[in-house]
């Protein structure tokens, strides 16, 4: 009668990769360490627009061509979050500041796709567009301009704030993002 012990008595229980699967694993390795040779690396490792993360930052303004009332203070709490998150600069309310930032809201648009029998809707799209310009706290000089940031999400519930809040956390997570592109 045949059991599973008693054909591999005698043998060893490891099994070597195949050389194909080696191959690949050194083809791997190999091009890893030349990237990072050349000067590659992670987007979160890269320097910020604002240096090592000491220098100080502001918002010098939101302009916003909507009549949502909420939009600019949800917009510099989100931005504070996000630069405090990663450490990229030290928010100040008022005083002098190493750099300072204008918000321009390009566009916040909502569109319904899906309404009830009760004329309520159930379903629609919301876009916001941003840019952002960041000047020398000294000279207003521009240092910096992140061009458009655009970030849409579908939605369910029509004026769930929450909802909102996670578009403009996203907005200002792809726009954190860029400020880590120095070049």
């Known amino acids: 009668m045949w059991s599973p012990t ?39 490792d890269s320097p910020s627009i604002f240096g090592t993360g000491e220098k100080t930052i502001k918002v010098k303004g939101v302009d916003y ?4 009332a909420w939009l600019p203070y949800a917009l510099r709490s989100s931005l504070r979050d996000e630069l405090a998150a990663r450490h990229l600069a030290v928010w100040v309310d008022d ?16 569109r319904e796709w899906m309404r009830s029998a009760g004329d309520r809707t159930l379903l629609y799209d919301s876009t916001l567009t941003v840019e952002a310009i960041v000047y ?9 301009r992140s061009g458009p940031v655009r970030y849409t999400e579908r ?5 769930d704030p929450q909802a909102s809040g996670e578009l403009i956390t996203q907005v ?8 880590r592109n120095a070049f």
């Open 136 to 144: 020398e706290g000294s000279s207003n000089k521009e240092v910096w």
């Open 6 to 44: 008693s054909s591999c008595q005698g043998q060893s229980s490891t099994r070597r990769p195949s050389p194909r699967i080696a191959a690949r694993f050194s083809l791997v390795c190999l091009l890893a360490l030349f990237t990072t040779a050349c000067g590659y690396h992670l987007g979160a």
């Open 95 to 110: 005083g002098p500041a190493d750099f300072e930032i204008q918000i321009k809201v390009l566009s916040y648009t909502t």
């Open 172 to 179: 200002m997570r792809q726009l954190t993002d860029k400020m």
């Open 155 to 159: 939605l369910e519930e029509y004026n």
């Open 65 to 68: 061509p909507t009549l949502q």
